[in-house]
């Protein structure tokens, strides 16, 4: 038997708003997607669960719920640096730069990277083919900078965070994960948070994730229409697609659907459905066409199956 996935509809929507524009096991966590885990793997099975594989022992762990993506990501970058750098050989890092635990970090080819600083005591720190790093910057491992990666001037970058490959990441970011061809490029935080691809925050947008009151966080659950009880710290869940104007500020346990453009005074509602346009609804065509622009600034453009698949879930009841 070859590797395939038959993950039931009942567990991709607990995964809302991501599932909307991908497949649940092509959802990013750690270095890697959950799919490309398994086939570098040769796994010669049929999953029927979102199992991420153990790599440095026979552990396995199982993503049920959208915050596990951000619990589980320390632990997943840990378990695809063991599999990605095995019996491998870093690139060299250069002497500008200050590493604590070098033998925890590792570069692809072609890395840029000068006058930075990376502590790797608490975990590895991969940096993919093509990324820059720079100068300024300081990643605090377990983090994971992927491939054509750009990480700006003095970005503070803590543990548990994944940069996906050809997203920016400048400001503080922890404990997120930005799923790839996203930006997060200037100064505000981003934390404990997952960004799915194509998104955009605005200069100086933050999130919040821990209550003032430091109580139980609720976040929507598309899958039962309603929000529920998630713990002490959830922070901006965004979908494909979307973006948010500068200074944006949004609330703990916010969910973004897919392709909304965030913007008006006041902190934004907590669930903002998909093809949101402030207090409106985005057109479609205006949608597309907004896309496509995004697109053309990172060489690619709108294909025809993202129009069909946008199509289907513009249409989708509310």
Same mark, same amino acid.
């Given at each position: 038997?070859?590797?395939?996935?038959s993950?039931?509809k009942?567990?991709s929507? &607990?995964?809302?708003?991501f599932?909307q524009t991908?497949?649940?096991? %092509?959802?990013?966590?750690?270095?890697?997607t959950i799919?490309?885990k398994?086939? @570098?793997?040769n796994a010669?099975?049929?999953i029927t669960?979102?199992?991420?594989?153990?790599?440095?022992s026979?552990?396995?762990?199982?993503i049920?719920?959208?915050t %596990?993506?951000?619990?589980?990501n320390?632990?997943?970058?840990c !378990?695809d640096?063991?599999?990605?750098?095995k &019996?491998r050989?870093?690139?060299p890092?250069?002497?500008?730069?200050?590493?604590?635990?070098?033998?925890n970090v590792f570069?692809e080819?072609a890395?840029?990277?000068?006058?930075?600083?990376i502590?790797a005591?608490n975990?590895p720190?991969?940096?993919?083919?093509n990324a820059e790093?720079m100068?300024?910057s300081?990643?605090?491992?377990?983090?994971?900078?992927?491939?054509n990666?750009?990480?700006?001037?003095?970005t503070?970058?803590?543990?548990?965070?994944?940069?996906g490959?050809?997203?920016?990441a400048?400001g503080?970011?922890?404990?997120?994960i930005?799923?790839?061809?996203?930006n997060?490029?200037?100064d505000?935080?981003?934390?404990?948070s997952v960004?799915?691809?194509?998104?955009?925050l605005?200069?100086?947008?933050?999130n919040s994730?821990i209550?003032?009151?430091a109580?139980?966080?609720k @976040?929507?659950?598309?899958?039962?229409?309603?929000?529920?009880?998630?713990?002490?710290k959830c922070?901006?869940i965004?979908?494909d697609?979307?973006?948010a104007?500068?200074?944006?500020s949004?609330n703990?346990?916010?969910v973004?659907?897919?392709?909304?453009n965030i913007?008006?005074?006041?902190?934004p509602?907590k669930?903002?459905?998909d093809?949101?346009?402030g207090?409106?609804r985005?057109e @479609?065509?205006?949608?597309?066409?907004?896309? %496509?622009?995004w697109?053309?600034?990172k060489?690619?453009?709108?294909?025809e199956e993202?129009?069909?698949l946008?199509?289907?879930i513009y249409k !989708?009841?509310?």
């Amino acid at each position: 038997m070859s590797l395939s996935f038959s993950i039931s509809k009942e567990i991709s929507d &607990n995964f809302y708003p991501f599932t909307q524009t991908r497949k649940a096991e %092509d959802i990013r966590i750690g270095i890697l997607t959950i799919k490309e885990k398994w086939q @570098l793997l040769n796994a010669n099975e049929e999953i029927t669960s979102l199992r991420l594989p153990g790599i440095t022992s026979n552990e396995t762990k199982t993503i049920e719920k959208l915050t %596990d993506i951000i619990h589980l990501n320390d632990w997943a970058i840990c !378990q695809d640096f063991a599999l990605l750098t095995k &019996n491998r050989t870093s690139q060299p890092v250069s002497s500008t730069n200050k590493i604590i635990a070098p033998e925890n970090v590792f570069l692809e080819e072609a890395v840029k990277m000068e006058h930075c600083i990376i502590n790797a005591s608490n975990g590895p720190v991969y940096i993919g083919k093509n990324a820059e790093v720079m100068e300024g910057s300081v990643l605090r491992g377990p983090v994971s900078i992927g491939e054509n990666a750009i990480v700006k001037m003095g970005t503070k970058i803590y543990a548990s965070t994944t940069i996906g490959p050809h997203s920016m990441a400048g400001g503080e970011i922890k404990n997120s994960i930005i799923f790839g061809y996203s930006n997060k490029a200037h100064d505000g935080y981003l934390g404990d948070s997952v960004l799915g691809e194509w998104c955009n925050l605005g200069a100086g947008t933050s999130n919040s994730n821990i209550k003032n009151t430091a109580g139980d966080v609720k @976040l929507w659950n598309h899958a039962i229409q309603a929000y529920e009880s998630v713990g002490l710290k959830c922070g901006l869940i965004m979908g494909d697609y979307s973006r948010a104007a500068i200074n944006t500020s949004f609330n703990t346990g916010t969910v973004v659907g897919v392709c909304c453009n965030i913007f008006n005074e006041g902190f934004p509602p907590k669930f903002i459905p998909d093809f949101t346009w402030g207090n409106e609804r985005y057109e @479609l065509p205006k949608a597309m066409n907004d896309i %496509d622009n995004w697109k053309k600034l990172k060489g690619k453009r709108i294909t025809e199956e993202e129009k069909v698949l946008l199509e289907k879930i513009y249409k !989708q009841p509310k």
